[in-house]
């Protein structure tokens, strides 16, 4: 790397150009391929990082509008934006990296340190000789210098500023600008450019990467492409740079390389986090391959991520170079020798146990590799376990307290003893003397992945699962381990983001400290204050599955707060959320397995909505449906809807409230009730003698409920609020008496519910069914309950507010409908709803949409046909391509059922009656003037006759008529009587 001067003289490091005679160079962003140059005079010295600077001279000099303005500003102020491009192994194609000015550094104030204003971008070994530019004039500050024996924090850069180079090279002084304008337009937009191509690659490798690694799976998903948007963004900004000179704002190109910079960060995070996961390009070095760098001097193996576990570098593919003790990963084809600089010694504050990379423990079974973190009982450390061949990491109590180290004990207690695959594992416990003291330790599970906290800031393309879903099945995760510690009595009192990471089995607890058990009196629990209810702590004293279920909630609400609101299925995730952060303990959840099985069908709903086919998957909290709650929409119309005239045209199929108090599934009976297994058994239906056969229960209470609900077609609403009321009192009565299980009380809710709907009370239904939603959020019944409320609510007002209760009883339909394509009642619902906008086809197609499997499969077919046929009110009667729609449909039904036979001849009969009065009734409407085509399908000649006239369509309909004489010849001499006037009216006009 280096910097052109003058057109003629390139300046760079002199430990890049060593002892050379000559030397090759490369432009960046100029003239294409390599140069040839030559040290001059001057060559600074590399053990000196202030003298750590060589001047070079082309062989061919360059035009001297080529060279870059020299700064030497009197001071550069604290956190000053600065920015360098440069290369090196991990980056071989170049990488702009943004820096901020940190303040002097090296003897005697000569250097300049710099730090990475970004978090995944760092200024890696090759850089030096790299121009270090002012972020607004972009004029040269000066050049960093940096090596393979620096120990510094990563993130950390230093740089030989213009005033120490000018201090070594007086002649330098010409090339210098007193005031370097700020960059032109047309140059940001160059520099941008470079960027975008840089973004661009990036995100072609990412995209490889996950090929590589998931192209034998089901997950292959493609990163989210930034490149074309930042593309064309930068052509809008020429683009109105050419049409009006200066109409681009400083800060409005300073936001966009920002936004800019940020993409990159994020994809090449992506990047490394799949190579920690074990993606590999097609030429990489195999996993336990020794490193052939020389400065490693063959200690170090290239470890299952991609890099050396010594000197944490990637693999040369090529020999190494001959000169030098140790050499750099520079991106040119110089060998370095070393240069020594200043170091962050890493100590820390007196007391506090530090280990040195080499340095072995546990009678020598480990080996340090490097120091991870700092927490708050115990320090981390990356270790190697020779025996086994495996990476462990190592937890040390702090500064030699007490309190630490009892905490750490028992820590490595419950890490011994709990196994479970979301729980971190410990192997080890032991000793080892730290500054003549000895320190405990434990040895733990090694788990490669990212802390939850980053999980948001990872790219995500077009197919991949919604982040929301992805955050909450984390959650799920959590919530199994959990259920587990309180299984074993124990607590979790310590949850938080930052002690759960995702590695590639799943997610992991990592932090054991927090485990608390309340059989160990002399322990007393350390609650993460923010994550834990504490006002409920200090009133109990101790931790619960309750505040356990609230820091989850906690967790989670943290991750999915930066979401935005307006993602579905974000509404069922909140209130599942509200209700573990609930203030009234009694409406939370009763164990994490019940908040986890919400959790895991909220995740289904948002799956489904995003458009992720979702298995079907049973409820535990309602029986099974019987009912399609679709008022006879789905059933071939009876043969009394003959009797008046036009009655077979009409109805949506919205059933009545008392219908859906009738219909609706009944809540499973609570395997915790005392009647529970003789309620199973019941068979009476007269609710006053099933009172009188069990003693008093809630369950028992409740079914007298539905039966009296369930009394012919007029309920019996005073009985079933008798039963309500009592059922009310019992459970009041045992938790007097401490029989009453726990969790809130949304099976009385939910039978309110129902007994406001047998009496027409349909807001107060509404509020009931609500309630319910809000403690079972991942449950389907209760948002169909809800849609039938909106949608009754929605026929009984006008304007605003229909259209408001129509939306939101669409909204419930469709997420229990795109989740389990179950129940049908959902499809009917949309499909009605479809109807009432007047889009027939859509109506058809979500009925089309119920599987084979389905009980109301044969319900959605007949539906299907029927919804063609309906008048949608005004002038919105059937077409003629909607009667042959329903023509063909019905062929393919009966056709279906040739072996089948579900549909007996009778029913077979009505459906080709209805097809014909439907056709008649469009003839009709138009007085003649609407005609079918004279080419029809053979099936519509055999059901309207041919040629296919109003005439024909009498005929064919007469002869129907007879064959459903004969069924009404079967039921009564009325009945029969009426249907034949019928007949009459609708056969052909004869004379006799």
């Not at 500023?161 to 140059?187: C, K």
């Not at 990872?458 to 299984?487: F, K, T, W």
Request: hydrophobic share 40%.
């Amino acid at each position: 790397m280096g910097v052109l001067l003058g057109g003629e003289f390139v300046l760079s490091c002199a430990h890049v150009v060593g002892e050379r005679d000559e030397v090759r160079v490369a432009f960046s962003f100029g003239e294409p391929g390599e140069f040839r140059a030559r040290p001059t005079e001057f060559v600074g010295s590399a053990e000196d990082g202030s003298r750590d600077i060589a001047l070079l001279r082309l062989v061919e000099p360059f035009p001297t509008s080529w060279s870059a303005p020299l700064a030497a500003p009197a001071e550069l102020p604290p956190r000053a934006r600065v920015r360098c491009h440069g290369h090196s192994g991990n980056y071989p194609d170049g990488m702009w990296i943004n820096l901020r000015v940190d303040g002097p550094a090296g003897p005697g104030g000569r250097l300049v340190q710099l730090s990475t204003s970004s978090f995944c971008r760092n200024v890696e070994r090759g850089f030096s000789g790299a121009a270090v530019l002012d972020g607004q004039s972009g004029a040269v500050l000066g050049i960093v210098v940096q090596k393979a024996a620096d120990q510094h924090a990563q993130g950390v850069a230093w740089m030989i500023p213009v005033g120490t180079i000018f201090d070594r090279l007086p002649e330098l002084r010409s090339a210098a600008a007193e005031n370097p304008p700020v960059r032109s337009p047309s140059v940001r937009f160059g520099q941008l450019a470079a960027q975008i191509g840089e973004l661009r690659d990036a995100e072609d490798e990412v995209a490889r990467l996950r090929w590589l690694l998931f192209r034998d799976t089901s997950t292959v998903t493609l990163p989210q492409r930034n490149y074309n948007a930042s593309r064309i963004a930068l052509a809008g900004f020429r683009g109105r740079e050419e049409e009006n000179p200066g109409s681009v704002p400083v800060e409005e190109l300073d936001a966009f390389e920002r936004e800019l910079a940020d993409a990159l960060d994020l994809v090449v995070a992506e990047r490394r986090r799949l190579e920690e996961i074990g993606a590999r390009s097609p030429g990489s070095v195999p996993a336990g391959t020794p490193c052939r760098r020389l400065d490693c001097q063959g200690r170090g193996s290239i470890d299952e991520t991609g890099y050396c576990d010594t000197c944490a570098r990637r693999p040369v593919t090529e020999g190494p170079v001959p000169d030098g003790e140790e050499t750099w990963n520079c991106a040119g084809i110089v060998p370095l020798p070393v240069l020594r600089f200043p170091k962050d010694t890493g100590e820390s504050s007196p007391g506090t146990p530090r280990l040195r990379p080499g340095t072995r423990v546990g009678a020598k079974k480990y080996e340090i590799r490097r120091f991870l973190a700092k927490g708050g009982f115990g320090r981390i450390y990356l270790a190697h376990d020779p025996g086994l061949q495996r990476k462990v990491v190592l937890k040390a109590s702090i500064d030699q307290d007490e309190q630490a180290a009892r905490i750490l004990r028992a820590e490595a207690w419950h890490l011994t003893r709990l196994t479970h695959d979301n729980l971190l594992s410990a192997h080890d416990f032991f000793q080892h003397p730290v500054d003549g003291e000895p320190v405990d330790f434990i040895a733990m599970d090694y788990v490669e992945g990212v802390a939850l906290t980053e999980v948001a800031k990872l790219p995500r393309g077009p197919r991949d699962s919604p982040l929301l879903a992805e955050i909450l099945a984390y959650g799920c995760e959590i919530l199994a381990a959990i259920e587990y510690l309180h299984r074993q009595d124990l607590y979790y009192t310590d949850m938080k983001p930052a002690n759960v990471m995702r590695s590639s089995r799943g997610i992991v607890i990592v932090d054991l400290a927090g485990v608390w058990d309340p059989r160990r009196a002399n322990e007393k629990p350390q609650l993460t204050r923010t994550f834990y209810p504490e006002q409920e702590f200090r009133t109990t004293g101790r931790p619960s599955v309750g505040t356990d279920l609230y820091a989850v909630a906690r967790t989670l609400t943290e991750l999915i707060r930066p979401l935005p609101g307006s993602d579905g299925g974000m509404d069922s995730a909140q209130r599942v959320l509200d209700r573990a952060l609930g203030l009234d303990t009694s409406r939370r959840f009763s164990s994490a397995a019940e908040m986890a099985d919400q959790l895991r069908r909220v995740v289904r709903e948002i799956m489904a909505l995003h458009g992720f086919e979702q298995p079907l998957e049973p409820s535990y909290h309602f029986e099974p449906v019987t009912s399609d709650l679709d008022h006879g929409l789905g059933v071939v119309p009876p043969l009394e809807s003959w009797w008046r005239s036009g009655a077979e045209l009409v109805g949506f199929g919205l059933p009545s409230p008392q219908k859906i108090a009738r219909e609706l599934p009944a809540p499973r009976v609570d395997p915790r009730d005392r009647n529970a297994a003789n309620l199973s058994r019941v068979t009476g239906s007269d609710f006053r003698r099933l009172t009188t056969m069990l003693p008093d229960s809630v369950e028992s209470r409740l079914k007298a409920c539905r039966m009296a609900l369930a009394q012919g077609d007029r309920p019996d609403v005073a009985g079933a609020r008798e039963s309500l009321d009592a059922a009310q009192a019992q459970r009041h009565s045992d938790e007097v008496q401490g029989k009453q299980t726990p969790g809130p009380a949304w099976r009385l809710d939910w039978h309110e519910g129902l007994v406001a709907l047998a009496a027409g009370e349909i807001g107060t239904a509404l509020r009931h069914f609500t309630e319910v939603r809000a403690i079972l959020p991942g449950e389907a019944i209760p948002k169909v309950a809800l849609g039938l409320c909106h949608e009754h609510l929605g026929e009984g007002a006008t304007g605003k507010e229909a259209k408001t209760a129509f939306k939101v009883a669409r909204s419930c339909y469709l997420a229990v409908w795109q989740r389990d394509r179950a129940p049908a009642g959902a499809a009917f619902g949309l499909a009605r709803l479809f109807l009432r906008a007047g889009r027939r086809d859509a109506a058809a197609k979500v009925l089309d949409e119920v599987p084979a499997v389905s009980r109301q499969y044969d319900a959605a077919r007949i539906a299907a046909i029927r919804v063609h046929l309906l008048w949608l009110g005004g002038t919105d009667w059937p077409s003629v391509a909607d009667v042959r729609t329903a023509a063909r449909r019905a062929e393919e039904v009966l056709r279906a059922d040739s072996e089948l036979r579900r549909y007996d001849a009778d029913t077979r009969d009505r459906l080709v009656a209805w097809l014909q009065r439907s056709a008649l009734a469009l003839v009709e409407r138009s007085g003649g003037t609407v005609r079918f085509p004279a080419q029809v399908e053979p099936h519509e000649k055999e059901l309207f006759g041919d040629p296919l006239t109003e005439r024909g369509i009498r005929r064919r309909l007469e002869r129907s008529l007879e064959a459903l004489a004969s069924q009404a010849r079967r039921r009564s001499p009325a009945e029969l009587s009426a249907l034949l006037d019928r007949k009459n009216e609708l056969r052909p006009m004869t004379w006799w």
